[in-house]
T-cell receptor, first 116, second 110 residues
């Protein structure tokens, strides 16, 4: 079945630094990838949608200059949290979808980001 | 995208069927209903999806009412490992996005 690998699974960084999270589709080509953020005891909130080779489309209220998304290939998308602050601490999850898949929304295992 | 309404929590005895309801009264004719579940601190796991007809796979069954305004996810023999948050999602046809609601926390008890 479709597998999405997300790394790292957890990361701790200092305030003001940047953190990159990778999302890879291992056995299919992901034409579209989605990035979500989830705070404790809350549901997943969609941050942005990215299509391979195109600029990401951000949801309302999500700062595109703070959350940089790159989808340079059909198997890799990255989310970079720039100038991280403690309020950016959250669980970040990616999802990938193949072009011709009838259901193909496969999720990564998530990245726990803690900014200190 | 059509919104969904689910009860915040449910309990189920181990070995019994778990029936999780979902209301999606504003669903459009070509929008699919998806079910995912999330076990604590993991990414969501796909369960099943459907458009009009009832669907069954190795994990669950999905019953969609004739008017498509509601559906029920059925886990036929719940186990302790089925304890999770279950999300019912209507997929936007134009956007292709999965917008998560609050879901139902299912607690399977021994």
């Amino acid at each position: 079945g479709a597998v999405v690998s997300q790394h790292p699974s957890w990361v701790i960084c200092k305030s003001g630094t940047s953190v990159k999270i990778e999302c890879r589709s291992l056995d299919f080509q992901a034409t579209t990838m989605f990035w979500y953020r989830q705070f404790p005891k809350q549901s997943l909130m969609l941050m942005a949608t990215s299509n391979e080779g195109s600029k990401a489309t951000y949801e309302q209220g999500v700062e595109k200059d703070k959350f940089l998304i790159n989808h340079a290939s059909l198997t890799l998308s990255t989310l970079t949290v720039t100038s991280a602050h403690p309020e950016d601490s959250s669980f970040y999850i990616c999802s990938a979808r193949a072009k011709d898949s009838t259901y193909g929304y496969t999720f990564g295992s998530g990245t726990r980001l803690t900014v200190v | 995208d059509a919104k969904t309404t689910q009860p915040p929590s449910m309990d189920c005895a181990e070995g019994r069927a778990a029936n999780l309801p979902c209301n999606h009264s504003t669903i459009s004719g070509n929008e699919y209903v998806y079910w995912y579940r999330q076990i604590h601190s993991q990414g969501p796991q796909y369960i099943i999806h459907g458009l009009k007809n009832n669907e069954t796979n190795e994990m669950a069954s999905l019953i969609i009412t004739e008017d498509r305004k509601s559906s029920t996810l059925i886990l036929p023999h719940a186990t302790l490992r089925d304890t999770a948050v279950y999300y019912c999602i209507v997929r936007g046809v134009d956007t292709g996005k999965l917008i998560f609601g609050q879901g139902t926390t299912l607690q399977v008890k021994p």
